[in-house]
């Protein structure tokens, strides 16, 4: 799915004064692309994903998903699309502790009432290299299989769009470039148009097109 924003615009209350954070962004991502969004802490990069995953309103603008635009939508048909063609990973992992890792992985096919949740599942866990780890509960994982658990939550649903918020950011940068090395060639492997937001250059560079979001503009890194 191509992602097109026309001049997005986002700004909050801060006391009496209103800060405007996102000043009127426009860019075009064509489908399949894997997208990096870089820029100092406080820039915005968050607020924008939560925007584009209809978490938060923009003040005004359009986001048009393949030329549908997501703006006039109610929260109810913004929940809809979201959950059928849009998908998040956080820096936090998100994890039901007293669910399994494939346990885990079932509820987003379940809650879309999808067909075979549990082959599924773990089928998406063994495409992440987690296969041996399926019945495992989340204080049984390493900090980077949790995050494996977390991708594969996002991705077995096989959505359009993936945007991610830090993904690594809670790992050691071993272990970080292990997961991203896996979530780069699944993203790629199924092209899944993916927006990912980071403060690490290296990373950014791994993808096919970097974005610098600074003074409320998106520019070209």
Known sequence: ????????????????????????????????????????????????LSILAGLERADSGEILVDN???TPMSEQQMTLFRAQNIAVVFQQYH?????????????ALEILKMENPKARAEEALTELGLGHRLNHFPSQLSGGECQRVAIA???????????????????????????MDVFFDVVRKHKITTLLVTHSE?????????????EGQLKEA
Do not use: W, Y
């Open 68 to 70: 549908i635009n997501l």
């Open 1 to 48: 799915m191509s992602l097109i924003l026309k001049d997005v615009k986002k700004g909050f209350l801060q006391g009496e004064s209103e800060i405007q954070v996102l000043k009127g962004l426009n860019v075009t991502i064509q489908p399949g692309q894997v997208v990096s969004v870089v820029g100092q802490s406080g820039s915005g990069k968050s607020t924008l």
């Open 95 to 107: 994890l039901i502790a007293h669910l399994t890792a494939v346990e885990n992985v079932m509820l």
């Open 202 to 214: 290296a990373l950014a560079k791994k993808c096919e097109r970097t974005l610098r979001l600074d």
């Open 153 to 179: 939550r996002a991705l077995v649903v096989k959505p359009k769009i993936l945007l991610a918020d830090e993904p690594s950011g809670n790992l050691d940068i071993h272990t970080g470039d292990k997961v």
